[in-house]
């Protein structure tokens, strides 16, 4: 069966020519899809024939709530979503007063193993399709009745570990018959899969790419981030420089505040050190203290930040939303596999 919704327009039309259809089915069917439209049988200016035959050869993904969490504190909606396999992932909604954000997901779990980190704890399951990423967009746009102006590949999976489908959900939900979204209103955050960063500088994207960083020291990264055994910190900024160098963007470099860890003022310097020569923008992050996890949340963060702003570096805390809604991601995830009794239920067929 064929995910069609996972499909680019070029491959729609091509796959139109095969069936003997007019190229412009591509169209019509691209923007059904995009308009969220879960039944072949619902396109009505397709041929009752066409129709009979998408429905013989191709299947519509469409997750459906397994959770919703409204956060009585500011709105922010968490969606746990049942993909067709079974699989949850999670949404997060998020309003702003210049938009609504989405937080997507792009791998169920991930295989990273940050030690802070909810998502990575029961490892990676599978990459999420170019259209289970769009339909995160959608049905949450669909299901809250908003617009979505803004989004981030923040929430469970490493997305440069899910390359080319993270690249074409950017294809699918830039184009102009489908959501528009512009990639000047997409972050991308990687914990820092170096070839990944190299290859998405060479396509140079308007979209931001975010780092999450985390520790400017090898010693410390190492501990707290696996990833930097294999591609450690100064590798790192040295893509960093390059990604600025080739797409002119400035980065911006997560850094969730661990006590006694990563909140050091010699860690502050070494970040505006590494950080010279780009317009690097921090983003302190009070830690979301995750039960399984042995970190606290640091005391000096307002500290730390006084410490960059010296060396002319600009930081900023996250302003923290759904504190009341395990809103931060992996957490709902989680909490469903074990109130289910494991993982296996959840997580389905492996
Ligand atoms: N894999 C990507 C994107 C997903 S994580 C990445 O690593 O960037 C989104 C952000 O949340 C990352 O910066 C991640 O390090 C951070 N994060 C994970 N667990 C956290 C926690 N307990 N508290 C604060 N931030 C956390």
Known sequence: MIDLKSMNREELAAYFLELGEPAFRAKQVFSWLHRGATSFDDMSNLSKDLRRKLNEN????????????????????????????????????????????????????????????????????????????????LFTSLDASEQISNIVLMGIGEPLDNFDNVLKFLELVNHPDGLNIGMRHISLSTCGVIPGIHRLAELRLQLTLSVSLHAPDSETRSRIMPVNRAYDVEQLFDACHRYFAATGRRISFEYAMIDGVNDHDWQADLIAKRIRGMP??????????????????????????????????????????????????????RKAMEEKGGAHEILGNH
């Open 58 to 137: 191709c299947y519509i993904t469409a997750p459906t709530i397994a959770r919703k969490q409204v956060s009585a504190l500011d709105g922010t909606v968490k969606y746990l979503w049942q993909l067709r396999d079974g699989n949850c992932i999670e949404t997060v909604l998020m309003r702003y007063h210049h938009g609504n954000t989405v937080c997507i997901s792009s791998q169920v779990g991930c295989r990273m193993g940050c030690a802070f980190c909810a998502s990575t704890i029961a490892g990676k399951v599978r990459d999420l399709t170019p259209s289970e990423m769009l339909d995160q967009v």
């Open 280 to 333: 690097g923008h921090v983003n302190l992050i009070p830690l979301n203290d995750v039960v399984e996890s042995p970190f606290k949340p640091s005391k000096r963060i307002a500290a730390f930040q006084k410490r960059l702003e010296s060396h002319g570096i600009t930081a900023t805390v996250r302003r923290s939303l759904g504190g009341d809604i395990d809103a931060s991601c992996g957490q709902l995830r």
